[in-house]
């Protein structure tokens, strides 16, 4: 299947995806407070760490090297759970010290969470080298109606913060199941210890998990910080702006960039990473204008008059879509084929901007509209970072 044929399957899913999420959105919101919404979000956004970070960004070599898929493979699954165990104790410490207003209880679920999060990720890359593009795009659909369908169910049966949480862990587990790919035996088996005493191994994984921590530390300090700083209700605000945005990044942004690394294997020609840079950036404009132009539908179906503080922070923020989606086809490029040294400190340095960014917003501000324009500012200094690393590759 080819780049277009794939990345159409993936679209189209994913335009199916975000339409369902935001009609039940105001349903969520109905039987939710702001407090409970900004409790998932931060435990998202902690869950997020360690699923970034737990897998190493070891799946990425698939692409560099696919006759070693089965010993990748093995590897990750190896590697996930222990990654994971040691973020969660830093993440303990943060909720001991109350750098993180979510209670040491939700330290379990966000292990959990993290684990299967990761899996879906790191089989999502799997799925993308195997040209499954149809799985994809069928798992984004489905975890977005299981999420829905647990966190309703849930609320009636628990307090309403463990409720969310649990019920997006019960989305993942289902959504990990569906995406799973088979173990595939190479005839060659290999130990943790053993693989990383290689020592390009070794480089590739602390490089890439200093990359995924950068990345991931980054998209989820707003609403840490918001909720540290300013408030647990003002997060599950902010938690909803994020959401309703991210909707299309998630779905799209996150499937494309393997497939995009999946077709340029193939192809070897640079010029698709122009071209598809171009699509992505017209696709992106026709859900900023389809976004701004019916945010009144938001409005109009929720209910409590709390949230609509929401919807002009969704209107600013929609410009992030713009900048996610251009920068989507040079970002790939980066991560799965330019040293991981670079792309890690691309990163690191991009996540010093927007903390400097944030921490001004909050401590001189604290206005979310503020905040929200920090993050787009080092949204617009990421892209253009990325440019510069995918340029000094092109001129070699």
Not at 53 to 74: D, H, M, P, W, Y
Not at 197 to 220: D, Y
Request: with cysteine; net charge positive.
């Amino acid at each position: 299947m080819s780049l277009f044929k794939g990345a159409s399957t993936v679209v189209i899913a994913s335009a199916i995806s975000q339409l369902i999420s935001i009609s039940l959105f105001p349903i969520l919101l109905y039987f939710y407070s702001p407090e409970n919404i900004g409790v998932l979000g931060v435990f998202t956004s902690l869950v997020s760490i360690v699923a970034g970070v737990s897998s190493l960004r070891i799946e990425r070599k698939v692409f560099l090297n696919g006759s070693e898929f089965g010993v990748i493979q093995s590897i990750v699954n190896k590697t996930v759970p222990i990654i994971a165990i040691v973020i969660c104790i830093l993440i303990a410490f943060l909720m001991f010290f109350k750098y993180v207003t979510l209670d040491l209880c939700f330290l379990p679920l966000i292990f959990i969470g993290g684990i299967f999060s990761c899996y879906i990720t790191v089989n999502t890359v799997f799925q993308s080298y195997l040209i499954s593009y149809k799985i994809i795009s069928l798992a984004s659909i489905f975890r977005v109606i299981i999420v829905f369908v647990f966190q309703i169910s849930f609320f009636f049966i628990i307090d309403g913060d463990y409720a969310v949480v649990i019920g997006s862990i019960g989305g993942m587990v289902i959504t990990y199941l569906y995406l799973k790919v088979k173990p595939i035996s190479t005839g060659t088996k290999i130990s943790i210890l053993n693989y990383f005493r290689n020592a390009s191994n070794r480089h590739e994984a602390i490089a890439g998990g200093v990359q995924a921590l950068g990345s991931t530390v980054s998209n989820a300090l707003p609403i840490i910080l918001i909720s540290s700083f300013i408030g647990v209700k003002e997060a599950g605000i902010f938690f909803l702006a994020e959401k309703v945005i991210r909707a299309p990044i998630n779905v799209v942004s996150n499937n494309l960039r393997s497939i995009i690394a999946s077709e340029y294997k193939k192809r070897n020609d640079i010029k698709l990473i122009y071209k598809s840079s171009i699509i992505l950036f017209i696709l992106s404009l026709f859900i900023f204008l389809l976004g701004y132009t019916f945010i009144d539908y938001f409005n109009d179906n929720i209910v409590n008059t709390k949230w609509e503080e929401a919807l002009v922070v969704i209107k600013i923020y929609l410009l992030f879509i713009v900048l996610n989606f251009t920068t989507l086809s040079y970002q790939s490029y980066n991560m799965h084929f330019i040293e991981m040294v670079k792309v890690a400190k691309l990163d690191v340095f991009s996540l010093f901007i927007k903390i400097i960014l944030i921490f001004i917003s909050v401590f001189l501000v604290g206005d979310l509209n503020t905040i929200v324009y920090a993050i787009l500012l080092s949204g617009l200094i990421t892209f253009f970072l990325h440019i510069a690393l995918f340029n000094t590759r092109c001129k070699k």
